[in-house]
């Protein structure tokens, strides 16, 4: 262990160990993972710090104390158990993508199966559109435990509407403002990357023109969905004025 947790982000903390062990459950509810095979990690609010899990522990064990918590270098300072071996890649997406507030990898089979191929997922599908802006990217092949896998994500996602990318031979990262979003991310990427392999073996999946794509993604990122200017919908008035 490198540090300490200073005393004003303890209890940032500790709100970010409990959401990081709550959404860790949420990968074997949405068959995203097979036995301790994915990870999920949020920054701390106020703090250079992530809450990550332990490498290699079975997610029924993830309690928000066995969660442990990293500087921005990947160093371990809280914690009692070795952390995630995918840390490193974490930590460089929160040094170099400052908007980030949240990183899910899993190695959920449809998703990997077209990073075994190297083939973005085509943009076929309007949750496709609404969700990613666009194909869904292939990283490059990297090694794990170093910086590597983390600027492939970096490289790859910085100026892509997508929150996903496919890392080549291995499996999804996804990005999002938070870790609930990541995780969204993970469970889209996933669906969409099973459907579009079903509509392969049925023919050829029609492609969205641009402009559609650009104006689905609009339409969901700003507008679906309890926004505070849609949540109660028009009056019957309004609707019929
Ligand atoms: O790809 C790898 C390692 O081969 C990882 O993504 C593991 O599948 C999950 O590792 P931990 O988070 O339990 O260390």
């Given at each position: 262990m490198t540090g300490q947790v200073p005393a004003h982000a303890r209890d940032a903390v500790a709100r970010t160990r409990e959401v990081v062990a709550l959404l860790h459950a949420e990968l074997p509810r949405w068959g995203l993972?097979?036995?301790?095979a994915g990870n999920v990690s949020q920054r701390v609010p106020g703090a250079d710090l992530f809450v990550i899990k332990p490498s290699g522990v079975t997610y029924d064990e993830l309690t928000p104390d066995a969660m442990v918590v990293c500087d921005l270098d990947g160093n371990l300072v809280d914690g009692t158990r070795a952390p995630s071996s995918d840390t490193a890649a974490h930590a460089y997406v929160y040094r170099h993508m400052p908007e980030v507030g949240g990183v899910v990898h899993t190695h959920s089979t449809y998703a990997t199966a077209w990073a075994a191929r190297a083939e973005p997922v085509p943009c076929v599908l309007t949750m496709m559109a609404d969700e990613f802006g666009g194909d869904i990217p292939i990283g490059p092949f990297a090694l794990i435990g170093d910086d590597s896998i983390g600027r492939g994500i970096v490289e790859t996602l910085?100026?892509?509407?997508?929150?996903a990318v496919l890392m080549r031979n291995h499996g999804p990262f996804t990005i999002g403002r938070d870790a609930k979003a990541a995780v969204k991310a993970a469970v889209m990427v996933e669906e969409v990357a099973r459907t579009v392999h079903i509509a392969r073996q049925l023919g050829d999946p029609l492609p969205i023109a641009r402009d559609q794509i650009d104006s689905l993604y609009a339409r969901y990122q700003n507008?679906?969905?309890?926004?505070e200017t849609n949540a109660?919908?028009?009056t019957p008035e309004e609707k019929h004025a």
């Open positions: 993972v097979v036995w301790t910085r100026d892509s509407r997508s929150p507008v679906y969905g309890q926004s109660a919908g028009p």
